[in-house]
Each structure stands twice: as C-alpha cells, then as structure tokens.
C-alpha cells in the first residue's frame, strides 16, 4: 500500500513526515548543535521546544544573533591561565574538566578562575547550565571553602561533589562573514516594525540589539523615501522621530475609536509585549518569565501588573 502524501498545515499534519523534504520545501535551515549553543549563550537556556527538537528548523536566525552580539570578536587573552586554557581547548577540542586541568596543567581553583574569565569574555561555555552556575559560585561559600582546602593539601582534584560538571568547548560564531553593517540596521528596523508596527527610541528601550539605534533611524528614513514606511508623530508624549507601517496607523485609528470592554490579556515578563512603565505610566515589570504583566483594554492593571507565578 502506497503511504499518504504528507501534507503539513498549520492545522493538521497527514501522512508520513519528511522532515529533511519539508525543510527545502519551506526554505528554511536545520537548527543544528552549533547554532543551538549559541542561542543558549544568548538566553542563558534553551527553551524545551528546542531541547527536545520540536523547533528544528529556522529562518533568518543568523542575523539575528549577529544582532544581539554585534560583529566584534572577543579578544584572546595574552598569558597566564586562561591562554593556557583557551591553547588546550583549540588543540583537543571539547574537554571534561578533569581532562582540561590535566593537559592545562592548572590546579582545579585555578581552572576555575580561568573558565569563569573566559565564560565572561564569550571565548568559553559549557554544555550545561549547571556547570555554568558552578564555576560562579561565590567565594564564601562551602563548595569553595571545600576546592581551597583541596588545593592546600596539594590534591590535583576537586571533590566529585564540586567538580564542574560537563564538557568545556570554544565558542564559535555562526556566521563568520559580517553582514554590511547597513543591511543588517534596515533588516533590524524592519524587524521592530514586524514586531511593534510603529517604532521609536523609548519603544525599545529593553531590546538587546548592539546596533545602534542611530543606524536604526538611517535605515527608516531611506525605507521612508521609498515609501515603505511612514513617519510622523503617531503616539503623543514621546520626542524624537517615530515611523510606522501604514496598516498600523490606521488600526490605532480603529482601536482608539473601540468602547472599552474590560478586555483582560496576560503576557509573560520576558515577552516583548512587557512595555509596562515604557510607554504607560507606572513602574517598570523586570523581564522575567516568572513575573506577568495583565492588561485590561491595552493598559497594564495596577495591582496586577506584576504577579510571581508559583
């Protein structure tokens, strides 16, 4: 019996899934190893949806990360142990802690110094989080009290309890070649308006792009010109120059004109909706996850507009 054409919907998935077809059919790219160690370089985790490769594939995920950590290369370190540390990583690749301080020749507190610089610098990361957190252990605490006493009494080993857990590897960039740096504002520019639908300085005060918001406002004013996009003065109280896209301006017309419902929306702390103190009045909500910002018809609602979630 001949297997069923797969057909992949937003709504329904039939047949049997080639994966590697519905990549090149949808023009996207595999997320590979390399780019998700980057993307939790960036955020600090991988969401569960990559851990488990329910995303595996992307697009434009490149430039992206080329804009939140902008086209500079860390600088090596000249001597001392991190270099040592940086020169064994490059010659044997990807290396479990035992085995750096070994072919480093470090003590384990000294190896640790030296992978919490490189972690700092964006040269190094581990495989885990954990381990991450473990080489930033505070300097009062048991687990270091515990690696001093080690290294007094001349041991070559931490504790297994307190060894770093995990693999240490170079960090290496995932696309090489920079983008020209005006392409790389207009597509950021463009991003922010996808994103928002009118754009101004205050508006993205918590973005992390490290291109400059003067290159963002160079890239609007040639989209202007070419009748992309407008400019004006489309949301009072704010100075500067401000462009919007032109179906956005007319569904602030219409949404202005609405009768409040008590409309009631939630969204995460860490979502770039979270724009309560930005553009509304009030305090600000850190961008956590844990914490919600609730709207009540598109303005935060005051006693609830920071709720730890249990």
């Known amino acids: 019996m001949k297997p069923a054409e797969q057909q992949v919907t937003p709504w329904e998935v039939t047949g049997a899934v080639d994966y590697e077809k519905l990549v090149k059919e949808s023009g996207t790219e595999p997320l590979n190893d390399q780019l998700l160690k980057q993307i939790k370089k960036q955020a600090g985790e991988l969401h569960y949806f990559l851990r488990r490769k329910i995303f595996f594939s992307h697009r434009d995920l490149g430039w992206l990360l080329e804009a939140v950590r902008g086209t500079q290369q860390p600088e090596d370190p000249s001597a001392g142990a991190a270099a040592a540390v940086v020169e ?5 690749g990807a290396l479990f802690f035992e085995d750096l301080a070994a072919t480093s020749r470090l003590l384990p507190v000294q190896l640790e110094e030296a992978l919490w610089d490189l972690v700092a610098r964006g040269l190094v990361t581990g495989d885990g989080v954990q381990s991450l957190r473990q080489i930033m252990t505070p300097a009062g605490s048991a687990r270091a009290r515990s690696a001093r006493r080690h290294a007094r009494n001349g041991s070559s080993r931490l504790p297994r309890a307190t060894a770093p857990q995990g693999r240490w590897s170079i960090v290496h960039r995932f696309q090489p070649e920079p983008s020209p740096p005006e392409q790389l504002a207009e597509t950021v520019a463009m991003q922010l308006l996808a994103r928002y639908g009118v754009v101004f300085r205050d508006l993205v005060a918590r973005e992390t792009f490290t291109v400059p918001w003067r290159d963002v406002v160079r890239a609007l004013r040639r989209q202007e010109a070419r009748g992309v996009v407008r400019g004006g003065r489309f949301v009072a109280g704010f100075i500067g120059e401000q462009y919007s896209m032109p179906d956005a301006v007319d569904a602030l017309r219409r949404v202005r004109r609405e009768e409040r419902r008590g ?7 860490s979502d770039p909706l979270n724009l309560a103190g930005i553009i509304t009045p009030g305090a600000r909500v850190a961008a956590v996850h ?16 920071s709720v730890l979630r249990a």
């Open 88 to 92: 064994a990583l490059r010659q044997h």
């Open 263 to 269: 409309d009631i929306v939630r969204v995460s702390g």
């Open 290 to 305: 844990r914490n919600e910002v609730v709207y009540r018809d598109g303005i935060p609602d005051a006693p609830a507009a």
